[in-house]
């Protein structure tokens, strides 16, 4: 099979796995755990791309990296014309916007979290500035999202499969009261059966 996603268990490889079965192309998964007491990615990946990060892509040899460059490509190449919005729209733009606002923006304050919550005390001068800039994107995407439970249009966008990693990220901090429609969205995901296919497929993720 000539499309092989490399996937690390609970990680945003898991928004490719859900978009190629919305697409419905026919894909081959290698799977990577992360080290149970490191939570780091395994040095395997390594093999496939310098930065021994996930997701990434092949495509009869080619190697593509980075979630937004790879969701792009595969709706470009494998059918997903219909998760995309017209070029030359106002759609369109605000697609590119969200598209990179997912794994830009968002993941920012959300990384140094992350990263920070080793440290303990020694990260207490920072918390409140990145507890501001959280609470900042997750209030803006909750202001951004339709009533019709999607970011761009009526249907169901790549856009919307980017931001779902971020949104689930702010209900898992507990935050769902606060953004009850982030919390809708993250459900509403997670009832598409494509959703529901690419987590049989993808194994452990933060337990969904």
């Known amino acids: ?6 996937h690390l268990n609970n990680s945003r490889s898991q928004r490719i796995l859900w978009l190629l079965e919305e697409i419905g192309a026919a894909y081959e998964v290698k799977y990577y755990d992360r080290d149970p007491v490191t939570n780091l990615a395994p040095p395997e990946l390594l ?12 495509d009869n040899g080619r190697v593509i990296t980075e979630s937004g460059a790879i969701t792009e ?33 968002a993941m920012t304050p959300i990384l140094l979290r992350i990263y ?15 507890a501001q800039q959280l609470d900042a994107h997750f209030a ?21 499969i980017m931001l779902s990693f971020p949104a689930e990220i702010a209900i898992m901090q507990g935050m769902a009261p606060r953004y009850p429609k982030l919390a809708g969205f993250v459900n509403a995901c997670h009832d598409r059966p494509a959703w529901r296919r690419a987590r049989e497929k993808g194994g452990a993720y933060y337990g969904y």
């Open 116 to 130: 920070t919550a080793r440290l303990g005390e020694a990260a207490a001068p920072l918390e409140p500035r990145i």
């Open 73 to 105: 490509y595969l709706c470009e190449r494998h059918g997903g014309g219909h998760l995309v919005p017209e070029r030359g729209t106002d759609d369109h733009v605000s697609h590119l916007e969200w598209l990179h606002f997912a794994e830009g923006s």
């Open 47 to 58: 093999a496939i791309h310098p930065l021994g990060k996930s997701p990434v892509i092949e």
């Open 1 to 6: 099979m000539s499309l092989i996603v490399h």
């Open 140 to 160: 803006y995407m909750e202001s951004r999202l339709g009533e019709n439970g999607h970011f761009i249009g009526d249907s169901l966008s790549a856009a919307d």
